[in-house]
């Protein structure tokens, strides 16, 4: 496969720890705003090279840059209520790990997700929604499903099994994925990002301890 011409020199490991070290910063509210001069912004002009690619919830309790603590340029970020797939998340997805070379690929659920919530109560009280918001009914409720199947009752249980439904079904989709991982090039991660403490959560990992 060809390689992006001006990919990070960042292995997965690194891509990984640089996240989980930004995390830790908004955690402890001391972040660094690494990366968000104007001088950065000009260097951009040439180009991208992003560290990781994230697929997350719309939220807007959860902005990606802000909770990793990461700058200009650093992240490529798809976000969709209930971090929910088609083809043109798919499509941006396929254009992280192919076209541009990201070593990393996140796939990030949150605390009180409005989609996860309102697809038990959907579920368990209907009705179903009319309209475009039965698609996220329809793409959430098979983690809720699956995680209720081993014996989870709790929302936070349901959002973590939603991100790595979510995550395994991009992996199954889109083939590069696995064989960049196998290669040893790209890592992929699943976690949750607890609006209540700043904390994410690794929920699971390939590539990438
Ligand atoms: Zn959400």
């Known amino acids: 496969m060809a390689k992006a011409e001006n990919q990070t020199t960042l292995t997965p490991q690194q891509a990984w ?3 989980q070290e930004g995390n830790q910063r908004w ?5 660094a705003h690494p990366r968000q001069s104007s001088q950065r912004r000009e260097e951009l002009r040439e180009g991208q090279a992003p560290n990781v690619c994230v697929l997350a919830c719309s939220d807007s309790r959860a902005p990606i840059e802000t909770i990793f603590d990461q700058g200009l340029g650093d992240v490529f970020v798809i976000r969709t209520a209930g971090e929910t797939v088609d ?9 992280a790990v192919e076209g ?12 009180y997700c409005g989609a996860v919530a309102a697809t038990v109560g959907a579920l368990d009280e209907g009705p179903i ?13 098979p983690s809720v499903i699956e995680s209720r199947r081993k014996g989870n009752t709790t929302t936070d249980d349901f959002e973590r099994e939603h991100a790595l439904q979510t995550l395994k079904s991009v992996i199954h989709r889109i083939p590069v994925i696995q064989e960049l991982i196998d290669a040893g090039s790209l890592g992929v991660v ?19 301890n």
């Open 129 to 141: 929604p009319e309209r475009f918001q039965r698609e996220l009914v329809q793409q959430v409720a």
């Open 17 to 19: 720890d640089a996240l």
């Open 190 to 208: 699943g976690a949750r990002y607890r609006i209540d403490d700043g904390v994410v959560e690794k929920l699971a990992a390939l590539g990438v």
């Open 100 to 111: 541009l070379g990201v070593p990393l690929l996140v796939v990030l659920g949150h605390q």
């Open 87 to 95: 083809n043109a998340v798919l499509a941006s997805l396929e254009f």
């Open 27 to 31: 955690q402890a509210m001391s972040p």
